[in-house]
DNA sequence: CTGTCATTTCCATAATTCATGAATCATGGA
DNA sequence: TCCATGATTCATGAATTATGGAAATGACAG
């Protein structure tokens, strides 16, 4: 990722509304939402939502397909994950050891409860 | 992290002479740099830097310490790591199989010798 | 074709961010 | 104390961003 692409995506996380956009995509799975389903949900304008979701498709960060009148967003994984690389590239870039707890605690902290890995869905 | 830190770190880092800044403060390692080697590097004013400086503090993304007459900077990793942690929680929460490979890919690209992290700033 | 719904685009306004010069603060040396 | 140095604070204007109303687009039904 280049600095760019990260600056954008830094921009685009950066703002109340759009950062819970992302939060509910990605918690809606690889479903994602209608534009107007993200409108109520988040109790915004449609006209708003609709320059914020831009941003963060410009940003990588979400995709979106028509589907009849509606159209659909969903979370742009690899996106989150290239920027999340370039955190861990420059935080342990030369140093692994510094960050290697933190990506334990966050295996352990996002195998919760009522799942396990080691079962297939 | 709560989502007002991580709305806070994400407005941080998505302003370039920011983002050159941890950069920077990372790859100096623990000894952090100076405040005027900062500005002599990146070529910025003193109290441009100065105002960016306050907002990579008030972010939890660097420390300060005063030496003297000149007050040295250091990357604070904890906040780094925290806002890393978000994402992940975020992005992996409930399908930790979705970001190993990452972790894993970062954990190889951080191995090689003493990269540089500068590069392409 | 006409009407309606979902979303986007356009435009104006309000708010925020940013870099700058001038002034101020803090430290250490003469 | 006085002065020089390193850094911060303050006030300003330029630029960017956010938001809302109105109008336009695209898709579907009758």
Redesign the interface.
């Known amino acids: 990722m280049?600095?760019n692409d990260?600056?954008a995506a830094?921009?685009a996380?950066?703002?109340?509304t759009r950062?819970d956009v992302?939060?509910h995509l990605?918690a809606a799975g690889e479903d994602g939402l209608l534009a107007g389903e993200i409108a109520e949900r988040l109790s915004v304008r449609a006209n708003t939502l609709s320059a914020n979701l831009s941003i963060l498709l410009q940003a990588g960060l979400v995709s979106k397909r028509r589907e009849g009148r509606s159209i659909r967003y969903c979370a742009e994984?690899d996106g989150?994950?290239a920027?999340?690389?370039f955190?861990?590239?420059?935080?342990?870039?030369?140093?692994?050891e510094?960050?290697?707890p933190?990506?334990e605690?966050?295996?352990r902290?996002?195998?919760?409860q009522n799942?396990n890995?080691m079962e297939g869905s």
Chains 1, 2 share one sequence.
């Open positions: 280049e600095k990260a600056l830094f921009a996380l950066s703002q109340p950062l992302i939060r990605i994984l989150l994950r920027l999340i690389g955190l861990l590239q420059d935080c342990c870039g030369g140093r692994p510094l960050c290697q933190l990506i605690s966050v295996g902290a996002s195998a919760p799942q890995v």
